[in-house]
């Protein structure tokens, strides 16, 4: 059974995609940044924006019948390497105990300059 999830934000009709799709026993969440999609407010520190993304992610694994803890994969993709560390310490606070495989890249850029993280990850259900 596949089932899409959105967040309501207007990129995801926009440019055509899901938040997350959820096929069987496994949730596919899709690259996260650090709005606050409340607000549409991107804050300026990368570990703020970090601490954003992971609230998106939780919300979306809740509505999928899934939690954080059940994260199996993620990868982070930074804008600069000054900001792997600051992104990885909220990442080891989230995952600490849980330990998803997970890479770190550091590409030219994301779609809007204010973003600098964006985070997906792969989930089992149940």
Do not use: W
Request: hydrophobic share 45%; charged share 20%.
């Amino acid at each position: 059974m596949r089932r899409l999830i959105t967040t309501g934000s207007p990129f995801e009709t926009a440019f055509g995609y899901s938040r997350a799709v959820v096929d069987g026993d496994l949730v596919f969440v899709s690259g996260t940044t650090g709005y606050d999609y409340a607000t549409m407010i991107m804050p300026e520190d990368v570990a703020d924006q970090a601490h954003n993304i992971f609230k998106t992610i939780a919300g979306v694994l809740v509505e999928a019948g899934s939690s954080l803890d059940q994260v199996v994969r993620a990868q982070y993709f930074v804008t600069d390497r000054a900001f792997c560390e600051p992104v990885l310490r909220v990442c080891g606070a989230v995952f600490g105990a849980i330990r998803p495989a997970a890479g770190i890249y550091v590409v030219a850029g994301l779609l809007k300059p204010e973003m600098k993280v964006e985070i997906e990850v792969t989930a089992r259900r149940g």
